[in-house]
């Protein structure tokens, strides 16, 4: 049985997340944790610098945060009826990635469902501060960003953005290869040129890479003349693709890519679902 991790604020786009996460899966058994991290006054388990609040305040947030959950569970099986999917609720007076982390230490997750605010909320800040901090400190687990506006839909087409830098391992891809033959999906490779060609170096890369992916229907496409963020907008928007996959090399890579300012200008990203996958050397 899969896990699936749902870190939930009890916010709409949690909640938007959630939803879309029950529906991707529907078709499989699986056991989904809903998670939820408070913070009592700074107070954090396991630390020995925080002070220590009165025990009345700990009961009294976990107490809280336990009957959130509940009622979440109950808004959920009111909604579903599906025999193959469990849920477990975890409340944890940790920071949240603290939380996440310890959820990971203690159990196989295949993904993570994150919401974000989606197109109400200003470009620059599209993900919000959590969902930015788990892309780039959760480094073990596939991520998937869900925007509030979105509702799942079958997934056709997968977009993985590439620069064909580096040469990714089947390892790297196996939730990605995993996602697109559930749901009889095409992945299109797109790699915005930033200089004439590719170089020896990438052009294996590209090789390997499709060589990964022999099982599943993809193929390869190119822009060139065009900044990054433009190059992905106009591909996706073109073709209406269901998904942008980004595998996350480096730990800033993810807040660079949303944050610069050549970006802000930009709500692609607010409008479809981002997968994010991570080096398995990192």
């Known amino acids: 049985m899969k896990n699936i991790l749902l870190p939930t604020d009890f916010s709409e786009n949690a909640w938007n997340a959630t939803l879309y996460a029950i529906n991707l899966y529907k078709e499989e058994s699986c056991r989904f944790f809903l998670m939820n991290s408070y913070d009592v006054n700074g107070y954090h388990e396991g630390s020995v610098m925080d002070p220590v609040p009165a025990k009345e305040e700990l009961v009294k947030h976990k107490a809280i945060s336990e ?46 469902f994150v919401g974000t605010q989606g197109t109400t909320g200003a470009y620059e800040v599209i993900y919000g501060s959590n969902t930015i901090q788990i892309l780039n400190e959760i480094k073990n687990c596939p991520i998937l960003a869900v925007p509030s506006n979105v509702s799942f839909q079958f997934i056709n087409e997968i977009v993985l953005a590439t620069s064909y830098g580096i040469e990714h391992t089947k390892e790297e891809l196996k939730y990605l290869i995993h996602l697109a033959k559930q749901n009889k999906s095409a992945i299109r490779i797109l790699h ?15 090789y390997h890479l499709e060589s990964c992916l022999k099982e599943i229907p993809h193929s390869a496409h190119s822009l ?11 591909f996706t928007e073109s073709r209406g693709s269901d998904m942008i996959v980004f595998i996350n090399k480096k730990h800033n890579f993810l807040e660079k890519l949303l944050f610069k300012p050549l970006y802000k200008d930009l709500g692609n990203y607010s409008r479809i679902p981002l997968l994010v996958l991570h080096r398995s050397n990192e």
């Open 67 to 112: 009957e959130k959950l509940q009622r979440l569970y109950e808004i959920i099986k009111e909604r579903f009826s599906n025999p193959g999917h469990n849920f477990k609720c975890v409340a944890l007076n940790k920071t949240l990635i603290d939380s996440i982390n310890n959820e990971l230490n203690q159990h196989k997750f295949e993904v993570i």
């Open 192 to 206: 915005i040129e930033e200089s004439p060609g590719l170089s020896i170096s990438q052009k294996h890369n590209k």
């Open 224 to 234: 060139a003349h065009v900044s990054i963020p433009i190059g992905i907008y106009c």
